[in-house]
Nanobody, 116 residues
Framework: QVQLVESGGGLVQAGNSLRLSCTAS????????MGWFRQARGKEREFVAR????????VYADCVKGRFTISRDNDKNTVYLQMNSLKPEDTATYYC?????????WGQGTQVTVSS
């Protein structure tokens, strides 16, 4: 059974930082691309960042480019999202996902709230 468990969310003031973690089990982690998505209240889920399985290449949404960094540690089966210079509009539930062709597995999410 595949599980993705996010952690690291919380309440933070604008301008500060948070690091989210997502630990996977039940799959060969190094073979999966990993992604972060978020969903704000009343809005659709949106893409935040992804990292490839092999080369570790990364892609970011324009709204987080230069502020967020995605990384992975295949030895720990964990993907991270370092979030700097947080803004109130970053407030959302953040989800990690794993996939090869499409996002097959999803975590339950961790809440990030940025106060102004």
């Amino acid at each position: 059974q595949v599980q993705l468990v996010e952690s690291g969310g919380g309440l933070v003031q604008a301008g500060n930082s948070l690091r989210l973690s997502c630990t996977a089990s039940g799959l060969t982690f190094s073979r999966y691309a990993m992604g972060w998505f978020r969903q704000a209240r009343g809005k659709e889920r949106e893409f935040v960042a992804r990292i490839s399985a092999s080369s570790g290449s990364t892609v970011y949404a324009d709204c987080v480019k230069g502020r967020f960094t995605i990384s992975r540690d295949n030895d720990k089966n964990t993907v991270y999202l370092q979030m700097n210079s947080l803004k109130p509009e970053d407030t959302a539930t953040y989800y990690c996902a794993a996939g090869m062709a499409g996002w097959r597995y999803w975590g339950q999410g961790t809440q990030v709230t940025v106060s102004s």
